[in-house]
């Protein structure tokens, strides 16, 4: 459970883009501007059933007037996409979180590359909106089952996108914006200060990472909808102490228990939401070097200095955060 404050939204608008995806259209109950964002940011949704989960926001920022998400209709679900599906409706009030980015721009790029599988394009269509406005280099690239399963289609050949867009289609391959995309020759070289940007199904993120396997690791970016492999980042390990740096305190973590539970205990608030080392909602500043890493969400570099409190622990008796 997210300790942050939630916001109450309206849902403005409900429109079907595939016939497995639904976009949802978020706005002020009171017609004020929402919290602003940057591309690549998502937000939590608390929805009937008392399921959360997270989206990402499938709009550039532009006075954060309203909130577009898309959300798939998952066989295998849980509960959290049926219940969007099924039970939400226009007019409906839902609480949801302020955005998060964990999986944002980079301001050193010259060039941006956006390899979108699916409804992982959400986030990469509001990157590439972003870009297009500020007249960055980039190419998007987006692999669809079929124009049918094209969501957010209109968006993408806007005048804007449809000059960077690369279109790869399994089924229907009809005119010359399709093509077929081959992984491996698209990703072989890459040029200097291009950065990856990576959004999908777990085969498709699998496969981008063979095909990307010689990129520097800090310039391959990924968002997960889910654990890679379908496994969920282990929580439990042998029992270490927590140090933290600015409070000159000490918290003992079990072997059977999160760090983020174990500050929760004494009174330290750590903001959590998907608790498998995927939204990057609880890390924090520490040293990462005496870390046992099991997230999903930071890159190399990141782990040098940041930890995921939800899911990592120490590599010895103890791991010093600046908390």
Request: charged letters at 20%; proline letters at 5%; a negative charge.
């Amino acid at each position: 459970m997210s300790l942050e404050r939630t916001l109450t939204v309206r849902v403005e608008r409900i429109s079907r883009q595939t016939p497995e995806i639904l976009a949802f259209e978020l706005t002020h109950p009171w017609g004020r501007a929402l919290p602003g964002y940057e591309a690549g940011a998502h937000i939590d949704v608390h929805m009937p059933g008392g399921f959360s989960r997270q989206y990402s926001l499938a709009r550039a920022p532009s006075g954060t007037g309203s909130y577009v998400i898309g959300v798939k209709r998952e066989h295998a679900s849980r509960g959290g996409s049926a219940s969007m599906h099924e039970r939400v409706r226009e007019g409906d009030l839902i609480a949801i979180s302020a955005p998060r980015n964990t999986f944002p721009l980079r301001a050193e790029a010259r060039r941006h590359l956006l390899l979108a599988g699916g409804i992982g394009m959400t986030p990469l269509l509001a990157m590439a909106q972003a870009l297009a406005a500020r007249g960055a280099d980039f190419t998007l690239c987006v692999f669809a089952r079929s124009e049918e399963h094209l969501a957010f289609a209109e968006a993408l050949h806007a005048p804007a996108l449809a000059p960077h867009l690369k279109l790869h289609l399994d089924q229907g391959l009809t005119d010359d914006r399709t093509q077929r995309i081959d992984l491996r020759a698209l990703l072989a070289e890459r040029t200097p200060d291009t950065h990856l940007y990576v959004c999908g199904p777990g085969g498709f993120m699998q496969a981008v990472r063979e095909a990307a396997a010689h990129w520097p690791e800090d310039a391959l970016h990924t968002e997960y909808f889910a654990a890679p492999n379908g496994t969920a980042a282990a929580t439990t390990g042998l029992p270490f102490t927590l140090k933290l740096a600015r409070r000159g305190i000490e918290v003992p973590v079990a072997a059977d228990q999160t760090a983020v539970d174990a500050l929760h205990e004494v009174g330290i608030d750590i903001s959590v939401s998907c608790q498998q080392g995927l939204c990057g909602t609880c890390v924090v500043e520490g040293d990462g070097e005496g870390a046992e890493h099991r997230d999903f969400c930071l890159t190399g570099t990141e782990r040098r200095t940041k930890v995921a409190l939800c899911c990592s622990r120490a590599k010895g008796p103890d791991l010093v955060l600046q908390l």
